[in-house]
């Protein structure tokens, strides 16, 4: 039986990537979407080799905040966890050989809240900066990031909230984010940070 069950999802997994890289902007070799929840503006979003998203991820990039260019890049070798939540309305970048957990959140946006007289649910989006994940990084489970950047070859913390940039090699935890620890390239080695 475990034979037939590989066989049937290898096909199913060549006939879903085949649809996908006739809707998407770019779908590349090798990588796969397991069962999405949702797939918004799917014109506007590129997918590298070898990428896996894992089941029940919504991925969005649609500009609504009236940006003129929108985009949502997923780089090679990179791993979605299940049931992440990722939309762009001007730009989210994930670079190479991102790994993510189940549940993360990364929007370069906000619901706007600025008019009390006005439910939430009825305000406008409003546009926060551009998110880049750096190649080699590791968001843990629950993370949110939020209209901030994060460097190359971090690591952020289980249910951390990233609204600030986080430079290259760091490691960073808490809500707000805060970095704990950075690698030190004269010494060889990770170092904690006095807070």
């Given at each position: 039986?475990?034979?037939?069950?590989?066989?049937?999802?290898?096909?199913?997994?060549?006939?879903?990537s085949l649809y996908y890289r006739?809707?998407?902007?770019?779908?590349?070799?090798?990588?796969?979407?397991?069962?999405?929840?949702?797939?918004?503006?799917?014109?506007?979003?590129?997918?590298?080799?070898?990428?896996?998203?894992q089941y029940k991820t919504w991925?969005?990039?649609?500009?609504?905040?009236?940006?003129?260019?929108?985009?949502?890049?997923?780089?090679?070798?990179?791993?979605?966890?299940?049931?992440?939540?990722?939309?762009?309305?001007?730009?989210?970048?994930?670079?190479?050989?991102?790994?993510?957990?189940?549940?993360?959140?990364?929007?370069?946006?906000?619901?706007?809240?600025?008019?009390?007289?006005v439910p939430i649910l009825r305000?406008?989006?409003?546009?926060?900066?551009?998110?880049?994940?750096?190649?080699?990084?590791?968001?843990?489970?629950?993370?949110?990031?939020?209209?901030?950047?994060?460097?190359?070859?971090?690591?952020?913390?289980?249910?951390?909230?990233?609204?600030?940039?986080?430079?290259?090699?760091?490691?960073?935890?808490?809500?707000?984010?805060?970095?704990?620890?950075?690698?030190?390239?004269?010494?060889?080695?990770?170092?904690?940070?006095?807070?």
């Amino acid at each position: 039986m475990g034979i037939i069950c590989r066989i049937y999802n290898g096909i199913k997994n060549r006939i879903t990537s085949l649809y996908y890289r006739s809707v998407l902007r770019n779908m590349g070799r090798s990588s796969v979407i397991i069962s999405p929840l949702h797939l918004d503006g799917k014109e506007n979003i590129s997918i590298g080799d070898n990428v896996l998203v894992q089941y029940k991820t919504w991925l969005a990039a649609r500009p609504l905040t009236g940006s003129d260019k929108c985009e949502l890049k997923i780089g090679n070798g990179t791993v979605i966890g299940h049931f992440n939540h990722i939309y762009a309305t001007q730009s989210i970048v994930i670079e190479e050989n991102v790994l993510t957990a189940d549940k993360v959140y990364i929007s370069d946006n906000i619901h706007g809240y600025g008019d009390i007289t006005v439910p939430i649910l009825r305000q406008p989006v409003e546009q926060r900066g551009s998110v880049v994940i750096g190649s080699g990084s590791w968001l843990g489970e629950n993370v949110c990031v939020i209209g901030a950047s994060i460097g190359k070859n971090c690591v952020i913390g289980a249910n951390s909230v990233v609204t600030r940039d986080i430079p290259d090699y760091c490691v960073a935890v808490g809500a707000p984010a805060k970095i704990i620890k950075k690698f030190n390239r004269n010494t060889g080695k990770w170092e904690k940070i006095s807070l």
